[in-house]
């Protein structure tokens, strides 16, 4: 299993934080990021346990690490099995994505 570990650091101390970050030997990648937060952490792991160990107590230990947010990593073909919701057309409605709350559920990938 593969997780993006988005973090924020204190302005201060981000090159010794971000330093530190690549240290670890549990952190495959890191990168610094303009936006919300100001790195990333890819980690691999073989579970949510060994994932939650890390984050815990290694990343958030880190010197300046002030927040994280972890995003699981999926393989595309979870993408298979995911449904989207519709709404069911009343009697008299056209059944087109030109109504803005359908818009927003149609499948971007032509299946619904």
Known sequence: MKAIILIK????????????LNRLRSVAEA?????????IA????????TLGRIVAHEIHL???????CTCLMV???????VQVA???V?????????DPIKRNLISPFGKN
């Open 86 to 88: 519709v709404y069911p």
């Open 62 to 68: 880190v010197p300046g690490v002030v927040e994280t």
């Open 90 to 98: 009343e009697e008299g409605q056209p059944d087109t994505p030109d």
């Open 9 to 20: 650091m204190n302005t201060g101390d981000l090159r010794d934080a971000f330093r530190d």
């Open 42 to 49: 890819i980690v691999h792991t073989d579970d949510l346990k």
């Open 75 to 81: 393989d595309s073909d979870v993408l298979e099995n």
């Open 31 to 39: 990168h610094l990021t303009f936006g919300p937060y100001d790195a």
